[in-house]
């Protein structure tokens, strides 16, 4: 069964420190989401593509955040530089989207751990 | 703006007990609503969502709009229930709510 593919599982850096975590959506799903859900509190939207163009990005920290889908496949977001109050998990979901094929269902990766020290 | 509040953290019931959790939603126009899952070590996954009216695992939910709620029942709770659930409201994004830790206890 095919599903999101997130790497890496875990990663720890220090702060000022760049990071970059990557997915790899279902194939055929046209929307990808990166979301970040720290202890204790539900998922919070960072960034929405739509293909490689970006839908929504209203809650992402410009400022340090940044993220890309270049080929409208596989994304990468970046933290650069990272701070104490990034630790958090960074889940990466997908869907068929569009008019005809979003359906409401996201599928969701493992998640990548970060911990900023 | 939508807005998603699950007012319980946690909640602990006995095996065949039912069980109720809570999800309020804030939004002024038609809103989809979905439960989502996750069991331990698995991924955050859909339960069910309330244009399907359908019943998944036991689990019913149903949209009222005149108290913007849409909770999540169970008559007879079994232990593999055990989870976190999340209520989430989509409009032009899916926005979810904090989530509620289910422990059904044998």
């Known amino acids: 069964e095919a599903e999101v593919a997130q790497s890496p599982r875990y990663k720890i850096t220090e702060k000022s420190q760049a990071v970059a975590f990557w997915c790899d959506p279902i194939?055929?799903?046209?929307?990808l989401y990166w979301y970040r859900q720290i202890l204790g509190q539900g998922p919070e939207l960072l960034v929405q593509?739509?293909?490689?163009?970006?839908?929504?990005d209203s809650q992402l920290p410009k400022d340090r955040f940044s993220a890309e889908r270049l080929k409208g496949v596989d994304s990468t977001l970046k933290i650069q530089p990272a701070e104490l109050g990034d630790s958090a998990m960074y889940l990466c979901?997908?869907?068929?989207?569009?008019?005809?094929?979003?359906?409401?269902?996201?599928?969701f990766g493992e998640g990548s751990r970060l911990t900023v020290l | 703006a939508q807005r998603v509040t699950q007012p319980e953290k946690l909640l602990s019931v006995f095996k065949g007990a039912p069980v109720e959790l809570k999800c309020n939603y804030s939004?002024?126009?038609?809103?989809?609503l979905f439960w989502y899952v996750q069991y331990s070590r698995q991924r955050l996954q859909l339960l069910l969502r309330?244009?399907s009216r359908e019943s998944i695992k036991g689990f019913t939910a149903d949209l009222n709009k005149g108290e913007t709620s849409f909770h999540l029942k169970k008559p007879f709770a079994q232990e593999e229930d055990s989870a976190m659930y999340y209520c989430?409201?989509?409009?032009?994004?899916?926005?979810f709510g904090a989530g509620t830790r289910l422990t059904v206890k044998p």
């Open positions: 593509f739509q293909d490689e163009s970006v839908v929504d």
């Open positions: 989430a409201l989509s409009v032009n994004d899916m926005r």
């Open positions: 309330h244009i």
């Open positions: 939004y002024s126009g038609s809103p989809e």
């Open positions: 194939s055929g799903h046209a929307t």
């Open positions: 979901a997908s869907s068929l989207g569009g008019p005809s094929g979003y359906t409401g269902e996201l599928f």
